[in-house]
């Protein structure tokens, strides 16, 4: 199994950008799709974003659609968020999350994730 750390959160302007990286240790990599949660006080934990096994597929919630891109690069164990046009109401915890899965399938449902990591704050001020 795979262990995740995340890093790139912070506190930006709306408007601003940031750029969330997941580093993976451990073996397999390649064989997890991959996907970006996040969670804001009170709120349940919501899927973000989230890339198949050799990027074939990428799937993102619709309020992020055109501002957030989701991508991976197996040979660093690593993915990433770029999130741009930031709003407040982007503001939350984002975790990064690994799903052990068949090629071409990225699951927005938080329970079938095996692998999380601990978290990156990101809060955007207006």
């Known amino acids: 199994q795979v262990q995740l750390v995340e890093s790139g959160g912070g506190l930006v302007l709306a408007g601003g950008s940031l750029r969330l990286s997941c580093v993976a240790s451990g073996s397999s990599f390649n064989r997890y799709a991959l996907a970006w949660f996040r969670q804001a006080p009170g709120k349940e934990r919501e899927f973000v974003a989230g890339?198949?096994?050799?990027?074939?597929?990428?799937n993102y919630e619709d309020s992020v659609k055109g501002r957030f891109t989701i991508s991976r690069d197996d040979a660093k164990k690593t993915v990433y968020l770029q999130m741009n046009s930031l709003k407040p109401e982007d503001t939350a915890v984002y975790y990064c999350a690994a799903d052990m899965v068949v090629l071409g399938v990225v699951q927005t449902t938080p329970s079938v994730y095996e692998a999380w990591g601990q978290g990156t704050q990101v809060t955007v001020s207006s």
């Open positions: 890339i198949s096994r050799m990027s074939t597929k990428t």
